[in-house]
């Protein structure tokens, strides 16, 4: 059975960073595409960064510059560095993978940014 399992979050204050890491199991050979979105509260999900294998990663123009998806296929892992946090990133962040047309979602870790 799959399971994605998110860490990383928590509180911090505006312009503050975090890792957030996701760990894929229950598959024998590496996703084809692994990502993170994230739900604000009153407010539907939303693609944050995404990796493709093979592929340039594409991030939601509120975050380029200051977030980075980054992917370890040996370990089924991928990570979402932030830096220069603010309130707006406020939300639950859920990892994505997928293969070749299977996708699954973790249970999502919370990040609030706040003074």
């Known amino acids: 059975q799959v399971q994605l399992v998110e860490s990383g979050g928590g509180l911090v204050q505006p312009g503050e960073s975090l890792r957030l890491s996701c760990t894929a199991s229950?598959?024998?050979?590496?996703?084809?595409?692994m990502g993170w979105y994230r739900q604000a509260p009153g407010r539907q999900r939303e693609l944050v960064a995404h990796?493709?294998?093979?592929?340039?990663?594409t991030y939601a123009d509120s975050v380029k510059g200051r977030f980075t998806i980054s992917r370890d296929n040996a370990k089924n892992t991928v990570y979402l560095q932030m830096i220069s946090l603010k309130p707006e990133d406020t939300a639950v962040y859920y990892c994505n993978a997928d293969w070749y047309g299977m996708a699954y979602w973790g249970k999502g870790t919370l990040v609030a940014v706040s003074s």
């Open positions: 990796s493709t294998t093979g592929f340039t990663p």
């Open positions: 229950g598959r024998t050979f590496s996703p084809s595409a």
